[in-house]
């Protein structure tokens, strides 16, 4: 017997792997590169359209203003990547899954899509309630606010990452259901501890939403009040997908 062969067919393996992760990674950067490269032409358009909101709220004479010199150009740019990178996000996780599933067991993998699925249709929806619903208000909130004879004259780029920090703040937030999902499959908690625990939860969710969002009423209880919402749906969700006494029974 070859007392080489079992470590030569770990090499083996172990090449594979990597040859396998480095084709899910390129697929997955040619396909952002693909989506960023087609909504190029549309930069200019894509920020006008994020810059709406803003806009419908300023008062006579207020606008959006580029101070730095390249902002025009980058900025634009910047706004077509991230929506570019959020448009290819069910792409770039079924990269990650399919790299992932062949060692996931068959129950793994039943659980795994839908919570996959779940967690990119809640960050979308936590996106779109942020343009709709919270910049909308806070902005109005802002221009009822201001100051007399101060003009709002917003910078675009800091207008950019002011909207970005928003919807990565309220898209990360949605997923709160998801993760009281995992915890639950993962057995640190139970759906009853959860539901026992809501109290502490609320005051939590009111202190995160004072942290990550503007310092403003409107935009902290326009996410404390669908988070606490998420959090009864994550209860809910978790009762769902529990283990059963008979599944975590030792077997005789």
Not at 176 to 181: E, H, N, Q
Request: glycine share 6%; hydrophobic share 60%.
């Amino acid at each position: 017997m070859n007392p080489a062969g079992p470590e030569s067919d770990t090499e083996s393996s172990l090449m594979e792997h990597l040859l396998e992760l480095r084709t899910r990674l390129l697929r997955a950067l040619a396909g952002l590169v693909v989506v960023l490269l087609a909504l190029l032409p549309f930069a200019n358009k894509l920020y006008a359209w994020l810059a709406q909101p803003l806009l419908d709220k300023l008062p006579a004479g207020g606008q959006l203003i580029a101070v730095q010199v390249a902002s025009p150009f980058f900025t634009p740019i910047k706004l077509a990547f991230f929506v570019a990178l959020v448009v290819t996000a069910p792409w770039l996780l079924y990269q990650a899954w399919a790299f992932v599933a062949p060692g996931l067991y068959q129950r793994e993998k039943k659980l795994a899509l839908p919570l996959l699925a779940s967690a990119v249709i809640l960050f979308y929806a936590g996106c779109a309630f942020a343009y709709f619903v919270v910049l909308p208000s806070v902005f109005g909130f802002l221009a009822a606010i201001k100051p007399d004879g101060v003009a709002m004259m917003t910078d675009i780029n800091a207008y950019l990452d002011f909207v970005l920090v928003i919807f990565l703040a309220f898209g990360a937030s949605f997923q709160l259901p998801v993760a009281l999902v995992i915890l639950v499959l993962l057995g640190w908690v139970t759906p009853e501890q959860l539901k026992a625990g809501r109290g502490y939860a609320i005051v939590g969710i009111f202190v995160l939403a004072a942290l990550i969002t503007p310092p403003d009423v409107i935009s902290q209880l326009l996410l404390a009040i669908p988070m606490c919402l998420l959090y009864e749906a994550g209860i809910l969700a978790s009762k769902l997908v529990a283990p059963r006494p008979a599944d975590t029974a030792p077997s005789p």
